[in-house]
């Protein structure tokens, strides 16, 4: 089996940070190579990428379940590659050293199945800390523009009308859209 | 283009086209010789097609094996090559080859570092049925190269989507070959992998790329070479395509095509390799461009008899977004493994590559046919279980579409298109062959090569084993490229100098590598000769562009 364990630090609430990780939906798209998220259930994704393995590109089909979701800081999966014998599990645990930051610390293993277990996991030695690293910069560089964003806007509200027929609409089309994920989203959901 | 004005963009003495070992090797040995050099490349990444390749470089009487005493002579290395090219080669140029190779070897290994050594217990292809065949000795491969010496360039230069080059030779073979994946020591290729630490081609491409770097060459990329530039009596530069821009560049010696075959283009590989149909294993940017360039300036096209190669697609595998193309040469060759047509009939020696691939373009003239193709792999449960398939590891259940699968012979003919009584039948003979461990039809597995490349050593016969365990399996094979080692290519002279129809060199016009026509061999193909004739020939060309002593000592 191999562990890897990767450090984020987002100049982020942690409320913020949570609105946007408790949608397994934002997890998929940041992932190097993202190509497809379906909803399989609550609990179980299906997702596809395009992964670099040397020269070469694979697009591998991988099925995430959710084994733990606690509200706000942690969450744990399991996940297993289609047609390969390849599976793993991961967790995710935030911590606020301070109001505007978040300290992660995401963790992913990978486990080879089968005869050919050694190959799978060497092959995967030199691709999981990658994937790991550009999985956290995006995430964090994702976070922190939302986080950006939220403060102008929250600074225009300041000085602007408080509900204009254009703000409606925009806060309509970003909810249709599923975009409402700036800091006015997340109180919205209750989250802050 | 004729053009005399003195508008470039850079100006330096020798322009290589092609960042594989041919253009490198000419870069370097010209800057070695006081001269400026600068390297083309068509693609986003150096290393060319020598980093695709398990990066072997075959060399007759090479100081390594004749150090640790094997016995060996150029003279013969001469010999063997001129009875593989069986009359199609051309002799001054064989040796011409013969004599500069130990020598190039020599030079790279003391001016950029390269390290090699020989591939112990790795034969000839024709040992020892030929006379000047060697047993071992011939065969070179680089020590482990470490890729973060590479700087900015290690992402730039290109590994392998086909080999395992977190492992040597020494590595795989020593424990039991490409048949015994169940035995390799993994933990050996982990950490190589983890600290980048490249072997087999892309070790090779590696050392040559540093090479560069070592001198201050400049190798830019993504540079598409449209046109030669030539004043009227010799090529003067070239004129390229950089960002969407013109890019012009002089070459006050020489230009080297070092652009590697003719794969990926269709229209070449049919009516100049007489290959219908073929898919190209190596990067979309090898399309036979030095053809089109030599052309324009006259330089004249020469090929010689050749296989086109065969493989398969993995569904999901690709390469620089087109469906990567794998070679079935050591998956067919394997026990509980054969290849058959569509009437169920084995044609060749699946252990030997090139048994297959020229039986594969075989026209019968008297129906007007191509009676073994289309054609198949077909193999029983035991080859899943102990044996990869390309990509796909022993055990591990194929892609859904990639083969059909029936639990008996007759229902996976039909399944297939294949003759399923005529199929089950030739494997009944065929599984008798495994009980007495000859093969008296095709002679599978007598070479001690195919022993080595494709053989399970604990079979009786390494290359041997019976399909009887259901379920049986069926994977159409498609034609594909030799990987950069095409039929076609430029004539040249002992100076790597690209010759025009009158048989004159075209002053300033070099080639090497898989551009250059394999005259030098003929009909004759030996594992690790494309990698040695690149090296070979850029040393030449760069020597000869440079000024500096003609090794060959032809003008």
Redesign the interface.
């Known amino acids: 089996m191999l562990e890897h364990q990767q450090p984020i630090s987002i100049g982020a609430a942690n409320a913020l940070v949570w609105s946007y990780v408790s949608d397994m939906a934002n997890w998929a798209a940041i992932m190097p190579g993202f190509r497809d998220y379906e909803v399989v259930s609550d609990a179980d994704s299906r997702w596809t990428l395009k992964v670099g393995?040397?020269?070469?590109?694979?697009?591998?089909h991988v099925l995430v379940h959710i084994d733990l979701w606690r509200e706000p800081d942690r969450v744990e999966f399991s996940y297993r590659l289609e047609?390969?014998?390849v599976s793993g599990s991961g967790a995710y645990q935030a911590t606020s050293p301070a109001p505007d930051a978040t300290e992660v610390m995401l963790t992913v293993s990978i486990v080879g199945s089968?005869?050919?277990a050694?190959?799978?996991?060497?092959?995967a030695?030199?691709i999981l800390p990658r994937l790991a690293n550009g999985f956290a910069q995006e995430l964090k560089l994702r976070i922190e523009s939302e986080h950006q964003a939220g403060s102008e806007t929250a600074a225009t509200e300041e000085i602007a009308p408080r509900d204009t027929f254009w703000r409606r609409v925009s806060l309509w089309l970003r909810r249709l859209l599923g975009r409402d994920r700036t800091l006015e989203g997340a109180r919205a959901r209750g989250a802050v | 283009m004729t053009d005399q004005s003195g508008d470039w963009d850079q100006e330096v003495d020798v322009i290589s086209v092609g960042a594989g070992i041919g253009g490198l090797a000419a870069a370097i040995t010209a800057a070695e010789a006081s001269a400026s050099a600068l390297v083309l490349e068509a693609s986003s990444q150096v290393g060319g097609v020598t980093?695709?390749s398990f990066g072997q470089v075959w060399i007759a009487a090479n100081h390594h094996q004749l150090e640790a005493g094997i016995e060996d002579s150029a003279e013969s290395g001469f010999r063997y090559i001129e009875r593989l090219g069986m009359g199609f080669g051309e002799e001054k140029l064989n040796r011409a080859h013969s004599q500069a190779a130990p020598a190039a070897l020599r030079f790279f290994e003391d001016k950029i570092g390269l390290q090699c050594r020989v591939i112990r217990d790795y034969s000839d292809y024709f040992w020892p049925d030929f006379a000047d065949a060697k047993p071992e000795g011939r065969f070179l491969e680089v020590l482990p190269f470490p890729g973060a010496s590479l700087g900015e360039w290690q992402e730039r230069t290109?590994?392998?989507?086909y080999v395992p080059?977190?492992l040597t030779h020494e590595d795989i073979f020593g424990s039991g070959g490409i048949a015994n994946?169940?035995n390799?020591d993994?933990?050996v290729?982990?950490e190589r992998?983890?600290h980048?630490m490249r072997c087999l081609g892309p070790g090779l491409a590696a050392y040559f790329v540093k090479g560069a770097i070592d001198r201050n060459i400049p190798m830019l990329t993504n540079v598409r070479v449209t046109e030669l530039v030539s004043n009227g009596e010799r090529v003067i530069g070239v004129v390229a395509e950089r960002d969407g821009k013109p890019f012009r560049a002089r070459a006050r010696k020489g230009v080297v095509l070092a652009t590697s075959g003719i794969d990926g283009n269709a229209d070449y590989e049919r009516t100049l390799a007489k290959h219908l149909d073929v898919n190209s294993m190596i990067m979309p940017s090898v399309n036979g461009s030095h053809i089109r360039l030599a052309g324009r300036v006259g330089g004249r096209i020469a090929t010689v008899p050749d296989v086109s190669m065969f493989g398969y697609t993995i569904p999901?595998?690709?390469?620089e977004g087109r469906p990567?193309w794998r070679n079935a040469m050591t998956d067919v060759g394997v026990p509980h493994v054969v290849v058959v047509n569509r009437e169920g009939r084995r044609f060749g020696d699946e252990s030997f590559y090139r048994s297959i691939a020229m039986a594969i373009d075989y026209i019968d003239g008297g129906h007007q046919t191509h009676p073994n193709f289309p054609f198949w792999a077909i193999m029983d449960s035991q080859a899943r279980e102990k044996y990869p398939f390309g990509?796909l590891?022993?055990?591990?259940?194929f892609?859904?579409g990639f083969a059909v699968q029936a639990d008996t012979l007759i229902e996976l003919g039909a399944a297939a298109g294949i003759d399923g009584a005529q199929l089950a039948e030739e494997i009944e003979r065929f599984n008798g062959f495994c009980e007495t461990g000859k093969d008296p039809q095709f002679q599978r597995g007598e070479k001690p090569w195919s022993k080595y490349i494709c053989g399970d050593p604990i079979q009786p016969n390494p290359n041997l084993g019976p399909l009887v365990k259901p379920p049986f399996y069926a994977v159409q094979l498609s034609r594909i490229s030799n990987g950069g080692v095409s039929a076609a290519g430029l004539a040249y002279d002992a100076d790597a100098r690209v010759l025009g129809y009158d048989d004159r060199p075209i002053a300033g016009l070099y080639v090497a590598g898989n551009a250059a026509a394999r005259l030098d061999a003929g009909a004759g193909v030996q594992s690790g000769m494309s990698n040695a004739r690149g090296m070979t020939q850029g040393f030449l060309a760069g020597r000869h562009a440079a000024g500096a002593q003609a090794v060959s000592g032809q003008d």
């Open positions: 393995v040397g020269a070469l590109v694979k697009t591998v047609g390969e014998p089968g005869p050919m050694p190959a799978w996991e060497a092959m030695r030199p | 980093a695709y290109r590994t392998s989507p080059y977190g994946l169940l390799w993994f933990s290729m982990a992998l983890e980048d999901g595998e690709e390469q990567l990509s590891m022993p055990g591990q259940d892609p859904q």
